[in-house]
């Protein structure tokens, strides 16, 4: 029997087999919480959209950073509703069967 070493994320309950990429993704949550933050404190906006937008940019700050720096057409690159996989994310039920 083996044994794997998996940190998991307090804010979403995610699981990881590496503790990098556990931190880059707890970073990642943070950054969406606040700008989910700023923007129900800036517009009238329904909590879950605002959290949407929240998480969506932070998972996009790459590109959006470019973008800022001078080249909009990056911004092509973002595709609605998709969410850039994980390679280490681990099902907490497959790690436990």
């Keep these: 029997m083996s044994i794997t070493p998996m940190w998991r994320v307090d804010r979403d309950g995610s699981m990881f087999t590496d503790k990098k990429a556990a931190e880059e993704h707890d970073r990642m949550l943070e950054l969406a919480d606040g ?6 404190a ?11 937008i929240g998480l969506l940019m932070s998972r996009n700050k790459d590109i959006l950073a470019k973008a800022f720096k001078g080249k909009p057409e990056v911004l ?14 681990v099902d907490i ?5």
């Design 76 to 89: 092509q690159e973002i595709q609605s509703g998709s969410e850039p996989a994980a390679d280490n994310t």
């Design 93 to 97: 039920r497959e790690a436990v069967a």
């Design 42 to 52: 800036n517009f009238k906006i329904d909590e879950q959209l605002a959290e949407e």
């Design 35 to 40: 700008i989910t933050g700023m923007l129900e």
